[in-house]
């Protein structure tokens, strides 16, 4: 059992920063992959409606991030203290949604699907205003 808890989020003005952060409990974390999914407003909060944001493998060596943020955020993990982050840079209003951290199967390419999600945290919101 993994127990996965998010925080980090808040309001920022577009063009703005914030980092997101998720500590994980339970053993072995750093033989899995991590990721960070999201669910836009007015999507229902079905686990399959949740989009792809990055993913990081179990020692950290590889990522994957989807188009729409690459360049703009960057997923990292801290194995020691069994937490992973997500540093998101110039914000936009599109970027609005409840982040969810997850745990995925460390395998080659990264894992970029809600289906193939283990433990998903409770989500943190980010509200990016104009």
């Known amino acids: 059992q993994v127990q996965l808890v998010e925080s980090g989020g808040g309001l920022v003005q577009a063009g703005g920063s914030l980092t997101l952060s998720c500590a994980a409990s339970g053993r072995s974390f750093s033989s899995y992959a991590m990721a960070w999914f999201r669910q836009a407003p007015g999507k229902e909060r079905e686990f399959v409606e949740r989009e792809f944001v990055a993913a990081i493998s179990g020692r950290g060596y590889r990522t994957a991030y989807a188009d729409y943020v690459k360049g703009r955020f960057t997923i990292s993990r801290d194995n020691a203290k069994t937490t992973v982050y997500l540093q998101m840079n110039n914000l936009r209003t599109e970027d609005t949604a409840v982040y969810f951290c997850?745990?995925?199967?460390?395998?080659?390419?990264?894992?970029?699907?809600?289906?193939?999600?283990?433990?998903w945290g409770q989500g943190t919101q980010v509200t990016v205003s104009s």
């Open positions: 997850a745990t995925a199967p460390d395998t080659i390419p990264l894992p970029a699907t809600p289906q193939r999600v283990g433990y």
